[in-house]
């Protein structure tokens, strides 16, 4: 495991159960609860767009996301 990821997932860790937001592709902005994640993808639910629609659940590529944030 490479120092970087290893950042990343000591951080995840800490965040699961709270509110975050993120960005998909410089496109889309989600905010919803950290559920899991693992190497290859994370698990928001109770998620919300920057338009206001509501889902239950996205599982977002980490590759694809450009950036992430504790709310």
Do not use: C, P
Request: proline share 0%; net charge negative; no cysteine.
């Amino acid at each position: 495991m490479s120092e970087k990821q290893y950042l990343l997932d000591k951080t995840l860790e800490s965040w699961k159960g709270k509110r975050v937001a993120l960005s998909v592709s410089n496109e889309h902005s989600f905010t919803g609860i950290l559920e899991d994640f693992d190497e290859e993808v994370i698990l928001l639910r109770d998620v919300v767009d920057i338009a206001g629609n509501r889902a239950k659940g996205l599982v977002i590529k980490i590759e694809d996301m450009n950036w992430i944030m504790l709310l």
